[in-house]
């Protein structure tokens, strides 16, 4: 690897980093921030989806300006958005304006996976970067880990408000980073309009072969994230009766094993390609592990509590694979709008999910911020229903190859 392909690794996994990080630092937060607020499930589920709601949001016109102006100018500019969205939040005493913070963040980190993605194909040769791509996963699924653990230790001699300035400090640092050493991209391609880019994303929104790949990844992507990104914390206290600390372990466990699949299952889905094992029969054996790792958590299966998470955590991110099938299906003309729009719809849910989980809960008394553990099985129930109806769509025969009149019509676009 030359200095230069470093540099871009380095640099622009640090923004994916970030971006991770803010994804779930309100799972650390939680307990504090809903004792300081008064807020009630419903409230902290909203706050909290928020940025999820600004990440999908951004996503069409993000993808444009990184076209238009390159990953380097663009992340370090965005990342000025997520630094005053969390500047907002620390600073804020009512849930309004908390919610204004959140959705600055989600913003701000919204290109940077993207932005990450565009930079190592335009400096590592192709067959590289199925393994880069993974490590920029893993180096995000670092953040994750940081929420748990490291963040709760933080937060026994910091406040939660002084957290929201060291990330606010850090996040200014990494844009700054980006803009002063990240190498100008070699080429700029100047790519359709918005308006251009949301007919595009109609035509996919009207493909077979669109939803029967996403189908299932989509609800266990977004389940996984919006648990992973709040919930798991509370599930682990209130349902399996575990300290914080304890709790805090665990989602470490989770997003090291996260990290591990991340770069694992792409690994192996090569290898099992070479022996006839498809990708999408490959991807979806994993989101079923993942549904019964679900299962085997709400029915209290006698097993050791580390390893019931990190099977969570390493089943959890199998629904990426995804990403590689639509590649498989689609024109290259398609592939980018593709990707665009499966990201957009698997945000939305995880948005969803986060408000809806809130809203079960709410429907019971909570006691010290304390949920009863038929208020959090009731609320997962719901989402592994949805988890297994997907399946039976994604399983079932059916045309998984684009029309061609979904081709010329985006050719057209």
Request: hydrophobic share 55%.
């Amino acid at each position: 690897m030359s200095s230069t392909q470093l540099r871009v690794f380095l640099l622009f996994s640090a923004a994916y980093f970030v971006s991770y990080v803010f994804r779930g630092v309100n799972l650390g937060f939680a307990p504090v921030i809903t004792r300081d607020l008064g807020l009630s499930a419903a409230d902290l589920g909203l706050l909290t989806s928020l940025y999820f709601l600004g990440f999908a949001g951004a996503q069409i016109p993000a993808g444009v300006l990184l076209d238009h102006f390159g990953a380097r100018r663009v992340t370090a500019a965005t990342l000025l958005f997520a630094a005053a969205g969390i500047g907002v939040f620390g600073a804020a005493h009512s849930v309004g304006v908390m919610m204004l913070g959140r959705l600055l963040i989600g913003v701000g980190v919204s290109v940077c996976l993207g932005a990450a993605f565009k930079a190592l194909a335009q400096h590592f040769a192709p067959a590289r970067l199925p393994l880069m791509n993974g490590l920029v996963m893993a180096v995000g699924g670092l953040g994750g880990v940081m929420v748990g653990s490291p963040l709760t230790w933080v937060l026994t001699f910091a406040s939660w408000r002084a957290v929201c300035v060291g990330l606010g400090l850090l996040t200014v640092r990494v844009a700054a980073a980006l803009w002063a050493l990240a190498p100008e991209t070699r080429e700029t391609h100047h790519q359709a309009s918005v308006g251009t880019q949301f007919k595009g994303t109609l035509h996919i929104l009207r493909s077979a072969a669109f939803w029967k790949i996403a189908s299932f990844s989509v609800v266990t992507q977004g389940v996984f994230y919006a648990m992973q990104s709040l919930w798991v914390g509370a599930w682990l206290r209130d349902v399996q009766g575990f300290e914080p600390r304890e709790a805090a372990a665990l989602v470490s466990i989770l997003g090291f094993a996260m990290m591990a699949g991340c770069v694992g299952f792409g690994a192996a889905a090569r290898s099992l390609e070479r022996r006839g094992v498809s990708l999408y029969a490959f991807c979806g054996m994993g989101m079923a592990l993942f549904v019964l790792t679900q299962l085997l958590i709400m029915f209290g299966a006698p097993l050791p509590a580390g390893l019931l998470w990190a099977a969570y955590g390493i089943f959890g991110g199998t629904g990426i694979l995804s990403y590689a099938v639509m590649a498989r299906h689609f024109q290259a003309q398609m592939i980018g709008r593709a990707n665009t729009t499966l990201t957009l719809i698997i945000f939305l849910l995880i948005f969803g999910f986060q408000i809806g989980v809130g809203a079960v809960l709410s429907n019971w008394p909570a006691s010290g911020s304390h949920y009863p553990a038929a208020a959090h099985l009731s609320a997962w129930g719901v989402l592994v229903a949805l988890q297994v109806l997907s399946a039976i769509w994604y399983v079932l025969p059916g045309r998984t190859q684009i029309h061609p009149a979904h081709v010329h019509a985006e050719r057209q676009s």
